[in-house]
């Protein structure tokens, strides 16, 4: 997911996508502690979205204020 995705989103859309990739980071962080995942890079790749969504919704509540 690339930065300028989010901004064309709406917040609430945003939000939701953020809670499933927090659930599909957990769930594949549970896949790599069972032996079970073949591409560990998924997990890095999943933080990284949900860095670059939390970014998204931090600065634009900041520049709310």
């Given at each position: 997911?690339?930065f300028?995705?989010?901004?064309?989103?709406?917040?609430?859309?945003?939000?939701?996508?953020?809670?499933?990739?927090?659930?599909?980071?957990h769930?594949?962080?549970?896949?790599?502690?069972?032996?079970?995942?073949?591409n560990?890079?998924?997990?890095?790749?999943?933080?990284?979205?949900?860095?670059?969504?939390?970014?998204?919704?931090?600065?634009?509540?900041?520049?709310?204020?």
């Open positions: 997911m690339k300028k995705e989010l901004t064309t989103k709406p917040e609430a859309e945003v939000r939701q996508l953020l809670a499933e990739l927090k659930a599909q980071a769930d594949l962080m549970v896949k790599a502690k069972l032996n079970q995942l073949k560990t890079n998924q997990i890095r790749a999943a933080k990284k979205d949900i860095a670059r969504i939390l970014t998204y919704l931090h600065s634009k509540s900041a520049s709310g204020k």
